[in-house]
Nanobody, 116 residues
Framework: QVQVVESGGGLAQPGGSLRLSCVASGRISSIARMAWYRQAPGQQRELVASIPSDRSTTNYADSVKDRFTISIDNNKSTLYLQMNSLKPEDTAVYYC?????????WGQGTQVIVSS
């Protein structure tokens, strides 16, 4: 089993920055991939960015390319999402996801609001 807990959400102005963190615990060695998803009110949950556990590559939604950066620390226990040049349309609940080839594990989510 894997547990993930997000933090770092909050209120930001357009053009501002926030960094989200996700701490993984449990069978960390079994994690194959981690990702950030988001869900805006009335919208489906969408993939924002993903990274495999070996950090060999990264994948971003077109809407966040060149603004957001996903990374994992050396211990592979903490996932980050650096969000720059925030836009009002980035407002959503952001969820951390871990995948171990058998199951997806989700956090409770952290709210990000971008507003002036």
């Amino acid at each position: 089993q894997v547990q993930v807990v997000e933090s770092g959400g909050g209120l930001a102005q357009p053009g501002g920055s926030l960094r989200l963190s996700c701490v993984a615990s449990g069978r960390i060695s079994s994690i194959a991939r981690m990702a950030w998803y988001r869900q805006a009110p009335g919208q489906q949950r969408e993939l924002v960015a993903s990274i495999p556990s070996d950090r060999s590559t990264t994948n971003y939604a077109d809407s966040v390319k060149d603004r957001f950066t996903i990374s994992i620390d050396n211990n592979k226990s903490t996932l980050y999402l650096q969000m720059n040049s925030l836009k009002p349309e980035d407002t959503a609940v952001y969820y951390c996801n871990a995948y171990d080839f058998y199951k997806n594990y989700w956090g409770q989510g952290t709210q990000v609001i971008v507003s002036s």
